[in-house]
């Protein structure tokens, strides 16, 4: 997934998933007699409160042996304005960063550990990054619920310092990697994703087809079976769950298979994904040679979460 907010490097496959998954469950009931509704990731004129989660996990081993091990955590609390729709049918939202978490983890070990909140950890380099963020407003163009535009990356990116030490380096490679239009754009992709064409109702199933293209691979298709759960009267929210499951083949050997899983509460009233939640899980054979010099064939996991949480203000 893996390039997104919170994202750490633990080789291409990861930074890919990032860019490519997405997942979704609502606990609500209603009667397949209910009429067709159209769900949209529209987002409204106003104000918003967006709530971003994300956390990476990978192990890699071979037979019982651990021989890699690292975690990410992330958390972005967004403040989101929504502009009027213009007359070309897009929609302009800017974001501003109200409070950023990240966490990285390697065999046990922080890497780097920053939240805008506690100012007590965190060396002078990081608190210089984060209030750059805090700082900064990036703004995102939406079509058809599609992101059509990002700006605001290159000139955050413009401000940040350049590390003294390999430490430092790294973390501010890192924040550039997060900063990229192709992250923040990942923010709202996948709330389109699973959207039907046309009008559903409760029970109903289709299939979605979304273009990408993943680093070293190339072109790819992410192809979900979706299907709405169930709406809610009441309140009217519709939840739309979701799977795909792809099998890639890698350079020298390497494989993998992805299992994306999606659920989505769509708000009918406001035309945005008020809980949006994503899990991919990666498995992965890897071609190496240990230290005798000897073939093996190690097996690594990761699995990556996001969570998205909207609120009007």
């Known amino acids: 997934m893996l390039k997104g907010f919170g994202a750490v490097k ?20 209603a009667s397949a007699a209910d009429a067709n509704v159209e769900i949209k990731n529209a987002w409204n004129e106003g104000a918003y409160s967006a709530l971003q989660e994300t956390s990476v996990s990978y192990v890699e081993q071979h037979g019982r042996e651990v021989l ?23 929609r302009t939202l ?7 978490m990240i966490r990285l983890q390697s065999d046990g070990s922080d ?29 995102v163009e939406l079509k058809d619920g599609k992101v059509v535009k990002v700006d605001g990356c290159d000139a955050f990116v413009k ?36 959207l039907a064409a046309k009008p559903v109702a409760v029970g109903d199933r289709w299939t979605t087809e979304t273009p990408f293209t993943l680093p070293v691979i190339g072109s790819k298709k992410l ?5 709405l759960k169930a709406l809610r009267r009441v309140e009217p929210k519709a939840n739309i ?37 994503s ?11 240990n230290k005798a010099g000897e073939e093996i064939v190690v097996k690594a996991i990761g699995v990556i979460r996001n969570k998205l949480t909207v609120a009007k203000r």
Request: charged share 25%; aromatic share 8%; with cysteine.
């Open 279 to 289: 899990r991919a899980t990666v498995n992965l054979e890897l071609p190496r040679k």
């Open 111 to 139: 890497v780097a550990y920053y939240d805008s909140d506690n100012t007590a950890r965190g060396g002078e380099l990081m608190k210089e990054v984060f209030a750059k963020l805090l700082q900064s407003e990036f703004i």
């Open 223 to 227: 192809i979900l079976d979706c299907e």
């Open 68 to 90: 890699a091990r690292a975690q990410t955590r992330a958390t972005f609390d967004w403040r989101v304005e929504a502009e009027a729709l213009r007359a070309d049918g897009v």
């Open 159 to 194: 401000t940040l310092p350049v590390g003294e030490n390999e430490s430092e380096k790294y973390f501010v490679e890192h924040i550039k990697t997060v900063a990229e239009p192709g992250n923040v754009a990942q923010i709202f992709d996948p709330l389109a994703y699973p």
């Open 10 to 29: 633990w080789g291409a496959i990861a930074s890919c998933v990032w860019a490519s998954c997405v997942w979704a469950t609502l606990g609500t009931t």
């Open 94 to 100: 800017k974001l501003k960063p109200a409070r950023v």
């Open 241 to 277: 769950v979701a799977e795909a499951i792809l099998d890639v083949d890698l350079t020298a050997g390497a494989s993998a298979t992805i299992k994306i899983e999606i659920d989505g509460k769509y708000n009918l009233t406001d035309g945005v994904a008020n809980d949006f939640a």
